[in-house]
């Protein structure tokens, strides 16, 4: 990797150890094609957003919008309230999250462990998707403060700003040869503001993007999901930030697919990925065997798995849901056993 991106032997900030994330080469095809995960999930709180939460934090001070000692106000299903409560116990600001019981319990914690003030738009137990409620509760909560500012993460240009580094380190550490890239889009930040960026260096590079079924990015039928962190439920705005001139192509993976496959790689290589993850992962498998020689794919893991042990690693809660199918199971095992030849 270039000299400029490595990361300091000390530091004296958490976040001061966001970025420099590893490439892992999950598989490689007999014509030399390969696939080389991401680790995002390698970031502090296990996730690639606290690059974003750091991002709009640093452009609202330099624009004056948020002075000492104020406060932070965002709509999270977790992985970005987590970054946002390391910048602001950092930085000293307090940090309210506006939640549904969608979002994993572990995550929860995490952002109440760090000083988090958790209000939720919704506390019947329904574990019901809420993002255009909580958004609309963001807005006004910060627009009765004065010393409050709502980061509104999915129409943030410093969402997609805060992923500029990973084409910075993905260019540094492949000099240039990739030539698919393959991520979740939610916010749309992190997929788009990667793709901006790359494509200014490296012309040519094929984007998907993947959502869960029953998200709306890329068209419907609607209906509710599991996936946490990703995509873009029914009656909520697609994001400002989601840039279809950018993606070239946009597809979809059910619950099932996406979650065996984070389980079946748990056990055959020992990466626990989130279940968003999950869906980048299988859909970036499912395209191996089609690829160009020589082709280099590179998929990004924005969120690790071990938030989901209560879920998605748990049995009795796959299996309570209907999100248990053996057929699948098998296809992740053998397409993984053709392609890494183990």
Same mark, same amino acid.
């Not at 030539?179 to 901006?196: F, H, R």
């Not at 099932?256 to 020992?270: M, N, P, S, W």
């Not at 065997?289 to 879920?311: C, R």
């Given at each position: 990797? $270039?000299? !400029?991106?490595?990361?300091?032997?000390?530091?004296? &900030?958490? #976040?001061?150890?966001?970025?420099?994330?590893?490439?892992?080469?999950?598989c490689?095809?007999?014509?030399? #094609?390969?696939?080389?995960?991401?680790?995002?999930?390698?970031?502090?709180?296990?996730?690639?957003?606290?690059?974003?939460?750091?991002q709009?934090?640093?452009?609202?001070?330099?624009?004056?919008?948020?002075?000492?000692?104020?406060?932070?106000?965002?709509?999270?299903?977790?992985? *970005?309230?987590?970054?946002?409560?390391?910048?602001? !116990?950092?930085?000293?600001?307090?940090?309210?999250?506006?939640?549904?019981? $969608?979002?994993c319990?572990?995550?929860?914690?995490?952002?109440?462990?760090?000083? *988090?003030?958790?209000?939720?738009?919704?506390?019947?137990g329904?574990?019901e998707?809420?993002?255009?409620?909580?958004?609309?509760?963001?807005?006004?909560? !910060?627009?009765?403060?004065?010393?409050?500012?709502?980061?509104?993460?999915h129409n943030?240009p410093s969402?997609?700003v805060?992923?500029?580094?990973?084409?910075?380190?993905l260019?540094a =550490?492949?000099?240039?040869?990739?030539?698919?890239?393959?991520?979740?889009?939610?916010?749309?930040? #992190?997929?788009?503001?990667?793709?901006?960026?790359?494509s200014?260096?490296?012309?040519?590079? &094929?984007?998907?993007?993947?959502?869960?079924?029953?998200?709306?990015?890329?068209?419907?039928?609607?209906?509710?999901?599991?996936?946490?962190?990703?995509?873009?439920?029914?009656?909520?705005?697609?994001?400002?930030?989601?840039?279809?001139?950018?993606?070239?192509?946009?597809?979809?993976?059910?619950?099932?697919?996406?979650?065996?496959?984070?389980?079946?790689? @748990?056990?055959?290589?020992?990466l626990?990925?989130?279940? #968003? =993850?999950?869906?980048?992962?299988?859909? @970036?498998?499912?395209?191996?065997a089609?690829?160009?020689?020589? *082709?280099?794919?590179?998929?990004?893991?924005?969120?690790?798995?071990?938030?989901?042990?209560?879920?998605?690693?748990?049995?009795?809660?796959?299996?309570? &849901?209907?999100?248990?199918?053996?057929?699948?199971?098998?296809?992740?095992?053998?397409?993984?056993t053709?392609?890494?030849?183990?």
């Amino acid at each position: 990797m $270039h000299k !400029a991106l490595l990361r300091p032997a000390i530091v004296s &900030r958490v #976040s001061d150890l966001i970025g420099y994330t590893p490439l892992y080469e999950l598989c490689r095809t007999e014509n030399g #094609s390969r696939l080389l995960l991401k680790l995002e999930h390698l970031n502090p709180t296990g996730t690639a957003k606290i690059r974003m939460a750091r991002q709009m934090v640093v452009d609202a001070e330099e624009r004056g919008e948020l002075r000492p000692g104020g406060r932070i106000i965002e709509s999270t299903s977790g992985n *970005t309230g987590l970054g946002l409560a390391v910048i602001a !116990a950092e930085r000293g600001y307090t940090f309210t999250a506006v939640v549904d019981n $969608h979002a994993c319990p572990d995550k929860l914690r995490g952002m109440k462990a760090m000083g *988090t003030e958790l209000v939720y738009v919704v506390d019947d137990g329904s574990e019901e998707l809420a993002t255009a409620a909580r958004e609309e509760l963001a807005e006004r909560m !910060a627009r009765e403060d004065d010393d409050a500012i709502f980061t509104e993460q999915h129409n943030n240009p410093s969402n997609a700003v805060g992923y500029h580094p990973v084409a910075h380190e993905l260019v540094a =550490a492949l000099d240039g040869r990739i030539d698919q890239l393959v991520g979740a889009v939610g916010t749309g930040g #992190s997929l788009c503001g990667t793709a901006g960026e790359l494509s200014r260096t490296v012309p040519g590079v &094929r984007v998907i993007g993947v959502e869960p079924k029953g998200s709306i990015a890329f068209g419907g039928p609607a209906h509710d999901y599991y996936q946490s962190g990703t995509g873009t439920p029914e009656g909520a705005e697609i994001g400002a930030l989601v840039d279809y001139d950018l993606i070239d192509e946009g597809v979809k993976v059910g619950d099932v697919e996406a979650f065996a496959t984070a389980r079946v790689l @748990a056990r055959r290589t020992g990466l626990l990925i989130g279940g #968003s =993850a999950g869906g980048v992962v299988y859909e @970036a498998l499912t395209r191996m065997a089609a690829l160009p020689p020589g *082709t280099t794919m590179v998929a990004l893991l924005n969120d690790g798995g071990e938030k989901y042990l209560d879920t998605v690693f748990d049995d009795d809660w796959m299996n309570a &849901r209907d999100l248990v199918d053996p057929t699948v199971d098998r296809e992740v095992d053998e397409l993984l056993t053709k392609l890494r030849g183990n």
